[in-house]
């Protein structure tokens, strides 16, 4: 069983930025991708960015693309999610996700197998 464990999050002020990470408690980890997804109060979960693992390529929601960045060190089990220009309504829970079934959507929550618990942001002005 994968343990997925998020931290980084806090008060941040608006057009400031914040770096999450995510690690992987599993010594061997290598999932299919890599995947941070954000819940905000009465809102559905909604896809933030992934990013294919040893594979390097990325893609994120069109909400926050030019503001984020998705890394990943693989010799850490490790998951990086940096965001910029940060907006009151970046404000969520966010949480990271692994996917283990290889050529499946990397936007859609329901292909992730394993999750966090969530770190949250909040946005402030």
């Known amino acids: 069983q994968v343990q997925l464990v998020e931290s980084g999050g806090g008060l941040v002020q608006a057009g400031g930025s914040v770096s999450l990470s995510c690690v992987a408690s599993q010594r061997t980890f290598s999932p299919y991708a890599m995947g941070w997804f954000r819940q905000a109060p009465g809102k559905e979960r909604e896809f933030v960015a992934a990013?294919?693992?040893?594979?390097?390529?990325?893609v994120s929601a069109d909400s926050v693309r030019g503001r984020v960045t998705i890394s990943e060190d693989n010799a850490k089990n490790t998951v990086y999610l940096q965001m910029t220009s940060l907006k009151p309504e970046d404000t969520a829970v966010y949480y990271c996700a692994a996917q283990s079934t290889p050529n499946t959507p990397l936007t859609l929550s329901r292909h992730y197998d394993y999750w966090g618990r969530g770190t949250q942001v909040t946005v402030t002005t």
């Open positions: 990013v294919i693992w040893n594979g390097g390529f990325t």
